[in-house]
């Protein structure tokens, strides 16, 4: 056979297991899109997944083409050296941007955080506006808009408040000294009242003295808020203290301020 009727035999072969491969690749790409809509619609590795599998493509055609060159009797070692002499300066130049890319799939695919999400990342906290192929885009407390690189995002400490299922209410309430010991426990029961009947507050909760105060007797409530919003917290916290402070001035027992009594000693001269 000719040698240019082997080489066409074999360029068709290649074709033939290119086009099999790709075929293979775009029919798990989109069993994959399909499961990760089902489970989030608006995922960022939506975005991510055709760039992954463009690279897979490319690499195929790579394989292939070397292959082929090699039947053929071509020296490709001397053209895989070139690739990895170039390959070397590519990847110093590139290798911030390919760490990110790696930091952009380690955060997606482990779901440390979505887009809506509070975070804190290091000392950076706000909601997670957008997680693209290079940085995730943070909206902070100021309303500044704060880019953080992924391969730093996947190497901090990463505190996810938005998935967390409760909330820790712990208030402490200063009474006077003046106050008897009947207001006192009642104090107490209306904390405990004002909790139990609270839909937004967990039943198990503590109420108790906690210590004497310069100026105050403190009563300490320490439970727990059915949600993991910090917005939904503060308005139930909110609500919380001014149910408190309402029962408190109906049953006529004293908040303690700051205080000082000054004792002057009188004496006299003989």
């Not at 730093?152 to 505190?159: D, E, M, P």
Request: glycine share 6%.
């Amino acid at each position: 056979m000719p040698k240019w009727e082997a080489g066409l035999i074999a360029i068709a072969i290649n074709i033939a297991l290119i086009l099999i491969l790709f075929k293979v690749i775009d029919t798990v790409d989109k069993k994959i899109i399909e499961k990760i809509k089902t489970q989030e619609s608006n995922s960022p590795l939506l975005r991510f997944l055709p760039i992954l599998m463009k690279l897979l493509k490319a690499v195929i055609i790579f394989i292939a083409i070397t292959g082929f060159l090699q039947s053929q009797g071509y020296s490709v070692s001397s053209i895989l050296a070139g690739f990895g002499i170039g390959g070397i300066a590519v990847g110093m130049a590139a290798k911030d941007a390919l760490a990110n890319i790696f930091g952009s799939f380690e955060i997606l695919s482990d779901h440390i955080y979505r887009i809506g999400d509070y975070v804190k990342i290091n000392n950076i906290e706000g909601y997670v506006e957008d997680i693209n192929i290079r940085s995730t885009k943070i909206r902070d407390l100021d309303n500044f808009l704060i880019s953080i690189p992924n391969n730093i995002a996947a190497n901090a400490l990463i505190t996810n408040v938005s998935q967390a299922k409760k909330r820790l209410i712990n208030i402490t309430f200063g009474v006077t000294y003046s106050t008897d010991n009947n207001k006192i426990k009642l104090a107490q029961n209306i904390l405990k009242e004002l909790a139990t009947t609270h839909k937004e507050i967990h039943n198990e909760f503590t109420v108790a003295i906690h210590d004497l105060g310069e100026s105050s007797i403190n009563i300490r409530f320490r439970g727990y808020v059915k949600t993991g919003s910090y917005d939904k917290f503060l308005k139930v916290r909110g609500e919380f203290l001014e149910q408190v402070i309402e029962k408190f001035r109906e049953n006529n027992i004293d908040f303690a301020f700051p205080s000082r009594s000054v004792y002057i000693e009188n004496t006299q001269e003989v």
